[in-house]
């Protein structure tokens, strides 16, 4: 069923500096999507918007903004959804660099300090470490992080602290540190557990609710604020007992 929409996107200019917002009448189907509708206006409105995609399937990542002001992929956003008139703009949070492109490397960074990697050889007996299907099963809804970034453009605490390590590389750091694999379990905490760690966390849960892969970051927090408190009292412990 065809359905007349108006669509306004948010754009800057790198150039000008100048912000505006442009206003489109579209006839689309109900199961379009808002990329769908960028596309078309794009190839056939010479609307000239900047804007990422790539996959199409909310895999990628990249096409994430801010419809009707929810963070959100736009690949996956459906016109039925949403009322007669859209506003589409650039994610929050995020430094704009052009339209509805935006500068994600301050929450990419983030995921160094996460130390998103693990060794399928024990350093200590080379020799390979197992995993059951049972250990694996444990870490499949913190592996579906797609990097979208959307956590961070709700994030209040972001918003005012860019240096907040953050959702994502929580859940991030939350996924290896439950991996059998692991080995740098002690290091990653001393990064979590820093100032910029998981602590300033208030845990509204925005994050949580715009996450497209129901990664559930919020709750990956709360457990490393408590595997914090474990890791902290270790380290306070473990050099009173080496002078005894």
């Given at each position: 069923?065809?359905?007349?929409?108006?669509?306004?996107?948010?754009?800057?200019?790198?150039?000008?500096?100048?912000?505006?917002?442009?206003?489109?009448?579209?006839?689309?189907?109900?199961?379009?999507?808002?990329?769908?509708?960028?596309?078309?206006?794009?190839?056939?409105k010479?609307?000239?918007?900047?804007?990422?995609?790539?996959?199409?399937?909310?895999?990628?990542?990249?096409?994430?903004?801010?419809?009707?002001?929810?963070?959100?992929?736009?690949?996956s956003?459906?016109?039925?959804?949403?009322?007669?008139?859209?506003t589409?703009?650039?994610?929050?949070?995020?430094?704009v660099?052009?339209?509805?492109?935006?500068?994600?490397?301050?929450?990419?960074?983030?995921?160094?300090?996460?130390?998103?990697?693990?060794?399928?050889?024990?350093?200590?007996?080379?020799?390979p470490?197992?995993?059951?299907?049972?250990?694996?099963e444990?870490?499949?809804?913190?592996?579906?992080?797609?990097?979208?970034?959307?956590?961070?453009?709700?994030?209040?605490v972001?918003?005012?602290?860019?240096?907040?390590?953050?959702?994502?590389?929580?859940a991030?750091?939350?996924?290896?540190?439950?991996?059998?694999?692991?080995?740098?379990?002690?290091?990653?905490?001393?990064?979590?557990?820093?100032?910029?760690?998981?602590?300033?966390?208030?845990?509204?849960g925005?994050?949580?609710?715009?996450?497209?892969?129901?990664?559930?970051?919020?709750?990956?927090?709360q457990k490393?604020?408590?595997?914090g408190?474990?890791?902290?009292?270790?380290?306070?412990?473990?050099?009173?007992?080496?002078?005894?």
């Open positions: 069923m065809q359905r007349i929409i108006t669509i306004n996107i948010k754009r800057y200019d790198p150039e000008t500096e100048e912000v505006s917002i442009s206003a489109y009448k579209v006839e689309t189907e109900q199961d379009a999507t808002i990329l769908d509708i960028l596309n078309f206006l794009n190839e056939h010479q609307a000239a918007i900047s804007y990422r995609f790539s996959c199409r399937m909310s895999i990628c990542g990249s096409c994430g903004a801010m419809v009707n002001g929810r963070p959100t992929l736009m690949c956003t459906f016109i039925r959804d949403l009322p007669d008139e859209i589409v703009e650039p994610m929050r949070n995020f430094p660099i052009r339209d509805l492109v935006v500068d994600t490397d301050n929450a990419m960074d983030k995921m160094r300090d996460a130390l998103p990697y693990t060794s399928f050889v024990s350093k200590k007996s080379k020799k470490i197992k995993q059951t299907p049972e250990e694996l444990k870490l499949k809804q913190t592996s579906q992080c797609i990097k979208c970034m959307l956590c961070y453009s709700a994030c209040p972001y918003a005012v602290d860019e240096e907040f390590i953050g959702p994502a590389a929580t991030t750091a939350y996924r290896y540190d439950q991996d059998t694999h692991d080995e740098v379990k002690e290091e990653r905490m001393d990064s979590l557990t820093s100032k910029d760690g998981v602590w300033k966390c208030s845990f509204v925005e994050c949580s609710d715009v996450c497209p892969k129901n990664v559930d970051p919020a709750l990956a927090i490393m604020k408590i595997m408190v474990l890791h902290t009292t270790k380290k306070l412990i473990k050099p009173s007992k080496s002078k005894t």
